[in-house]
């Protein structure tokens, strides 16, 4: 199941990637490493993905972006992990942050940059190396999809100390998850990092009412809840004070991010977090 899956997320995301990129290079954020340096018209044996296609379009004739220098990026995503993405209404977190993790990573290997995948929760659940070899997604999205979350709680306080301890270069890091609990990312201040948020529309605004025994999927203990107006009320209160709370953090320690919700298509998020 995980294989035909795995499949599917990989053609969604070739497709995406190389129909939205026509004529160009293949990447959300092709070009971060390079530093431009001047217009020349095309030469045999140029490299294609450097053509600047408006020019060109202008002048009816090739011209080519020349770099003063090309910087290998150094990219790592981090999936993290917790019973909380084990849900979703239209469906699960999980899948939605595995077709992240796709996108992303196809876009880093494409663009020849350096590739890193880790999965944490509050510990490493698992590493892949600095990679620029395709096979190296199949293994992390297989993953993605296949681990069980249940019972287990994403500490951003030991992710970013495992990142400052283990990341020695300067990277872009990319955080996928949903984002719960005390989260201070200040301490990644030596590497450019985006957050991206993964969210179901139910768990935002539940239509729930009555006596209900509900299962904390971080420790899988249940318990029993007369949910009445006053309680909902005071749960999306709560929420809302924790994620006006987070996004001020963001714009503090100015950590790119986006909100992506189980019903949405991430791509055209994910290019809008790039181009702003």
Do not use: C
Request: zero cysteines.
């Amino acid at each position: 199941m995980f294989l035909d899956k795995t499949e599917e997320i990989l053609i969604k995301t070739r497709r995406n990637i190389f129909g939205q990129n026509a004529g160009g290079s293949p990447s959300l954020f092709s070009g971060n490493g390079l530093d431009f340096k001047e217009l020349r018209e095309y030469d045999i044996g140029d490299d294609v993905r450097k053509i600047n296609w408006k020019v060109t379009a202008k002048a009816q004739r090739p011209f080519v972006n020349l770099f003063n220098e090309e910087r290998e990026l150094n990219i790592m995503v981090a999936f993290m992990v917790s019973g909380s993405i084990y849900f979703g209404s239209q469906r699960f977190k999980q899948e939605l942050m595995a077709e992240i993790l796709a996108l992303l990573s196809y876009s880093s290997i494409k663009s020849d940059d350096r590739l890193s995948t880790l999965f944490f929760s509050d510990k490493e659940e698992f590493f892949m190396p600095p990679t620029k070899k395709m096979g190296a997604l199949h293994i992390t999205l297989e993953k993605a999809l296949g681990l069980v979350p249940l019972q287990k709680e994403s500490d951003y306080k030991a992710f970013v100390q495992y990142v400052n301890e283990r990341v020695k270069r300067k990277s872009l890091i990319f955080i996928v998850g949903d984002f719960y609990g005390d989260i201070d990312l200040s301490l990644l201040n030596k590497h450019e990092v985006f957050a991206v948020m993964v969210r179901d529309p139910f768990e935002e605004n539940p239509k729930l009412s009555g006596e209900m025994e509900l299962v904390d999927p971080n420790s899988m203990e249940a318990d029993e809840f007369v949910l009445s107006p006053k309680v909902m009320k005071a749960y999306h209160k709560a929420l809302q004070e924790h994620d006006n709370k987070l996004t001020m953090h963001f714009d503090q320690h100015r950590i790119k991010h986006t909100k992506i919700y189980t019903d949405e298509e991430p791509f055209v998020k994910l290019s809008n977090l790039f181009r702003h």
